[in-house]
């Protein structure tokens, strides 16, 4: 390794010789098939499409290796390698080498694709979006360095410069749309992407060279308002008067406001300006309105899943000894986080119906909705539209609940195979509820109806007898207190289920009865009868 | 002021039999400790003795596959809630949350333990310096393990669990911690139970020893029995030996040529027999300090590597 | 009270302390009368266990450098000045016999280490006494 130069080329080599092998296999691979197959035509018309993909995917590759960062624990960052820096090597060699490569590798990998695999099959690529690609490529590293310190800034101007660029390769189909002479096009968007290239090297230059000089100041400028304004706020001064509520706080100032805060931000910046520009609308009434019910629901369930580890902002699951030292009983804890997502909860359907108490009198287009309720009224009587109205609340409220602390007994448990399976497990059951859908929307017959009930009331039946005796077997290792709790607690949440089940449904023989037992299901019960083993198990490992 | 006799008094940590196993390596076999109370307990041992899962056992943060743990004769996995009141604790790395203020987090930790002095907490923090409205993730190492301390110190615990409290860290702050080590044992009754590599640490402020190896106890008692047990002593020859003498008893031999210094545990009144009858005599004799007793036990137990010579100078 | 304590070699701690306290007192550092600190203090300011202190104070007071008086801390006795003469002979004591047996090993005999002493009693203080 005699210069600098060869060293540097030979590291980002070693780093990523694998990505670089399959890239050339896959290259070379699909040229030989063209090479040895008879009738190419054939290929171009059936396979072409599993071409393009390879394509794009070594490309994918080719970015990936030229990446070239990595994570800086000091900053807290992913830009550019921080050790690289102490080499006695000039800042604008060590961005401009990567740079340098990786134009020539995206390059010479889009050639060999156009030229020796496309070529031979009969079909002509231009060669503009190589050089679009390679524009890219400097655009794409010099925003993955020099925004390195503003991780959502550099995702969304990723995006953003991918859309971008995608215009542009595609500039060649517009040309017979446009009004002017090809040429001059081309010429000019020629310049403009050497523009871009120069722009994206001086960039990535001065602003590595800045944080080589101990700067990349934007984030920390910002942190440091963020900090003042974090100062400002008025904070809790007075001691906690149990550990209770010193837990609470915890785990409030933990994870507890992240929905309320989820949902007071779409509702700010989503829902506000979509209900505002479709107020003419009704249709987008109703969606918007759906959506806004929903939110809670989509959210928590998310959330939820972060909210029922240990500390939600960490990766690892078993509990920190920060807290496993506290003298605290782990059924305690549990509640606690029950009771902070109950307070999440209550928040934000708080904010949901000031966001849709504001909305639906002020700006709202509500002309179907109010003969929607006309007729209902006529139907039901105010005072079962109401209670349905208000128990509907309390319905979404428990399942936004059930959604924060489903949760809990695999997330606490510290094993990340039951985590993840968890997670898995339930994506399978959605997946697989709605292909049951399609398929009983396909194949539904009327005649059958009576079939079909019998099999969903033997379905409900059967998760209902396995949910009680999973609670049993579940409750029985806690104190009879805390069961004496959480059976009001459940008695109370499926009492709504069923009250609104029944205000709901239509006087018919059948429907009753598996309203009854579909109104058991939803609230959990062996779930959080297991949290307090799992956290436990968590615990004294 | 009394200061009570750790011999006589009854043991604050009992483990009795405590083996413990992580996947096929194990870490702790067949281990029995009794801290007295009102000792200073050191725990010595390399890295990977099974020094922390130890002390993660005497928390309850482990369960105990075989045998039993009992603190103040209560099982801590069973009961964390009244053994870990009674416990301060400070780790090598104080798993402390970064996004507290300073001032928040005492006062969180001060709603755990009824028995929080708010006065002794604060003159402590004025004393560590911590700027009450810091974040914890921007203090420094140090400083974080003095915050760390405040925690574990200011409830007054019965037994204060430091493990290598003080690796990593400058002289400053490990005077900080061995003050709140001889503060806490100076109150009458309480019991200090510390992991450390800094066996100078471990001479000057314990009074018993325990010695743990590959999850052994080699070494466990009161220091001065310790000390007293060991003698260190050089021998001289007549003539240059070109190989270490071997001598019954002895932990450890070093040297070359004429003389030899050999480090033996026990049977000094046999020593001067078996020297002379290898044509040596004894010209020098000491008590090793801790730090020797450690190296010769460790290499000892290898056995497996030549460490009874020494390279030539 | 300035005490230095040392964990390089194996002199047991309590030993330290006991040896320079009674150095102390031979020097005239500490006087009859004069109380020395309370067992915490010393510990805190030393950093070694308070129950090594506490041994070496028992120690002291066996040898009858220290008395204790009930509930008013440990004072250096009134006896300890006439002890300091025979104090100062055992220190001094201990020095020659490690210089002999020094001697021993180097072959000088007894003679020539007396001479020795002479020599350099002459060389180092008759500059001063001129």
């Not at chain 1, 939803?522 to 009868?529: D, M, S």
């Not at chain 2, 220091?223 to 008893?249: C, M, N, S, Y």
């Not at chain 3, 440990?74 to 001094?92: D, F, G, M, Q």
Request: net charge positive; hydrophobic share 50%.
């Amino acid at each position: 390794m005699r210069s600098p130069v060869a060293a540097l080329t030979w590291e980002i080599w070693s780093r990523n010789y694998r990505s670089i092998v399959s890239v050339v296999v896959i290259t070379s691979l699909c040229a030989l098939v063209n090479h040895l197959v008879p009738n190419k035509s054939e290929i171009l018309e059936n396979y072409q499409s599993i071409y393009w993909l390879l394509m794009i995917g070594s490309l994918g590759l080719v970015f990936s290796v030229f990446h070239h960062a990595e994570f800086n624990p000091r900053k807290n960052w992913h830009g550019f390698p921080y050790r690289l820096f102490t080499l006695p090597v000039p800042t604008w060699i060590l961005t401009g080498l990567p740079m340098l490569l990786g134009v020539i590798g995206v390059g010479l990998v889009y050639f060999a694709w156009t030229q020796l695999v496309f070529a031979p099959l009969g079909r002509t690529v231009s060669s503009w979006p190589g050089f679009v690609l390679g524009v890219g490529m400097l655009c794409y590293q010099s925003v993955v360095w020099s925004l390195a310190g503003f991780r959502i800034v550099r995702i969304v101007s990723l995006c953003f410069l991918g859309l971008l660029f995608m215009n542009f390769g595609m500039i060649p189909l517009f040309l017979e749309l446009l009004p002017w002479d090809r040429e001059t096009v081309l010429e000019l968007f020629t310049f403009l992407l050497i523009g871009f290239s120069m722009v994206a090297f001086f960039g990535a230059w001065f602003s590595v060279e800045r944080q080589r000089r101990g700067g990349g100041r934007g984030r920390g400028w910002l942190k440091a308002q963020a900090g003042r304004i974090m100062n400002a706020v008025p904070r809790r001064t007075a001691a906690f008067s149990s550990a209770s509520s010193a837990q609470f706080w915890f785990e409030w100032r933990r994870a507890g406001w992240l929905l309320p805060a989820c949902v007071a931000l779409a509702l700010l910046f989503i829902f506000l300006p979509v209900s505002w520009f479709g107020r003419k609308d009704t249709d987008i009434a109703l969606i918007t309105l759906g959506w806004v019910l929903g939110l809670p629901l989509i959210l928590a369930t998310v959330i939820g899943k972060g909210f029922a580890k240990p500390d939600f902002w960490s990766a690892d699951l078993s509990l920190p000894a920060f807290l496993a030292i506290r003298p605290f009983a782990s059924g305690e804890m549990i509640v606690i986080k029950m009771k902070v997502a109950a307070m999440s909860v209550v928040i934000v359907w708080a904010l949901v119906i000031t966001f849709l108490s504001l909305w639906l009198p002020l700006w709202a287009n509500t002309r179907e909705l109010k003969e929607w309720l006309e007729n209902a009224h006529v139907v039901r009587g105010g005072f079962k539209l109401f209670s349905i109205a208000v128990l509907s609340l309390m319905a979404l409220a428990i399942v936004t609940w059930r959604g924060m602390v489903g949760s809990l007994w695999v997330g606490l448990s510290g094993s990340m195979t039951r985590f993840v399976g968890g997670a898995i497990v339930h994506a399978i059951v959605f997946v697989l509820a709605i292909c049951g859908i399609v398929y009983a929307e396909n194949h539904f017959h009327w005649h059958d109806l009576e079939r079909y009930v019998s099999w969903l009331a033997w379905i409900l039946m059967s998760a209902v007898v396995a949910k009680v005796w999973l609670a049993v077997f579940s409750w029985n290792k806690i104190s009879p207190p805390r069961v004496g709790k959480y059976v009001m607690l459940w008695t109370a949440g499926t009492g709504c289920f069923v009250a609104l089940g029944l205000l709901l449904s239509l006087n018919v023989f059948w429907i009753k009865q598996l309203i009854i037992l579909a109104a058991l299901l939803p609230v959990p019960l062996a779930r959080l009868g297991f949290a307090p083993a799992s956290l436990s198990r968590n615990r004294h490992r | 002021m009394k200061f009570p006799s750790p011999s006589s008094a009854e043991a604050v940590v009992s483990i009795a039999g405590l083996s413990r196993r992580f996947g096929s390596r194990t870490v702790l076999n067949e281990l029995s400790l009794h801290v007295p109370r009102g000792s200073v307990f050191g725990l010595v041992g390399e890295n990977g003795a099974g020094k922390t899962t130890l002390i993660k056992h005497i928390l309850g943060l482990l369960r105990a596959e075989q045998g039993t743990v009992k603190v103040f004769g209560i099982d801590p996995v069973a009961d964390p809630v009244s053994v870990l009141g009674r416990i301060g604790y400070l780790s090598e790395q104080p798993d402390l949350p970064g996004w507290m203020r300073v001032d928040e987090f005492i006062r969180y930790t001060q709603a755990f333990y009824p028995k929080w002095d708010v006065a002794y907490a604060e003159s402590l923090r004025k004393q560590f310096g911590l700027d009450a409205s810091a974040r914890l993730k921007t203090l420094s190492k140090g400083q974080q393990a003095k915050a760390g301390l405040l925690a574990a110190q200011a409830h007054r615990p019965e037994l204060l669990l430091l493990d290598e409290p003080s690796s990593g860290l400058d002289p400053i702050v490990r005077r900080d911690i061995l003050e709140a080590v001889i503060r806490t044992v100076a109150d009458e009754g309480r019991t200090v139970f510390f992991s450390s590599h800094l066996l100078e640490e471990i001479e000057r402020v314990s009074d018993h020893v325990a010695m743990l190896h590959r999850g052994k106890l080699v070494l466990c008692g009161p220091l001065d029995e310790i000390k007293a047990r060991h003698h260190r002593v050089t021998l001289h020859f007549e003539t240059a030996q070109t190989k270490p003498p071997v001598i019954a008893g002895a932990l450890s031999v070093s040297g070359q040529g004429k003389e030899w210094r050999v480090l033996c545990n026990g049977g000094r009144t046999e020593l001067p027999a078996i020297v002379s009858a290898l044509g040596a005599r004894i010209v020098e004799e000491h008590t090793p300090s801790l730090n020797e007793i450690f190296v010769a036990q460790a290499e000892t137990i290898v056995g497996d590597r030549p460490t009874t010579t020494s390279p030539p100078h | 009270m300035q005490i230095q304590i040392t964990s390089h070699d194996g002199v047991p701690i309590y030993l330290q302390i006991f040896n320079q306290v009674k150095h102390l007192v031979a020097s005239g550092r500490l006087s009859a009368g004069e109380e020395v600190p309370p067992i915490r203090v010393l510990a805190e300011q030393l950093v070694v266990n308070p129950n090594t202190v506490a041994r070496a104070y028992l120690e002291l007071e066996r040898a009858g450098v220290v008395t204790k008086r009930h509930g008013a801390g440990t004072y250096i006795s009134e006896a300890a000045s006439t002890v300091s003469r025979r104090e100062k002979l055992k220190l001094l004591t201990q020095r020659v016999d490690s210089l002999l047996v020094e001697a021993g090993h180097l072959g000088i005999d007894l003679k020539e280490v007396v001479e020795l002493v002479r020599e350099r009693h002459d060389e180092t203080f008759s500059p001063a006494k001129e």
